[in-house]
């Protein structure tokens, strides 16, 4: 695996005044289907579950059934 690096917007985005580096938005077309579903969530620190289930057509690993789901503030651990 080599290392790369992403934007976390579609689009450069003004931080502190000054245009953010000039990455390249996340490649989802390139990743496995499920990664569009959980890495926003994960990018955007909101707490979730799922599961994700890969079958082995030859050489390569799919995906053939997962599920995520959004974890509401109010059933976190800790908040009462």
């Known amino acids: 695996m080599k290392p790369e690096w992403f934007s976390l917007s579609p689009s450069p985005s003004l ?6 580096c000039n990455l390249p938005p996340i490649p989802f077309s390139q990743m496995w289907e ?34 995520y789901g959004v974890i509401p503030a109010s059933e976190r651990a800790g908040n009462q």
Not at 34 to 52: E, Q, V
Request: aromatic share 16%.
């Open 34 to 67: 499920t990664d569009h579903i959980w890495l926003p969530l994960l990018i955007s620190k909101r707490n979730f579950i799922g599961r994700a289930d890969f079958t082995q057509s030859g050489a390569e690993l799919k995906p053939y059934k997962w599920w």
């Open 15 to 20: 931080e502190n005044g000054s245009v953010a």
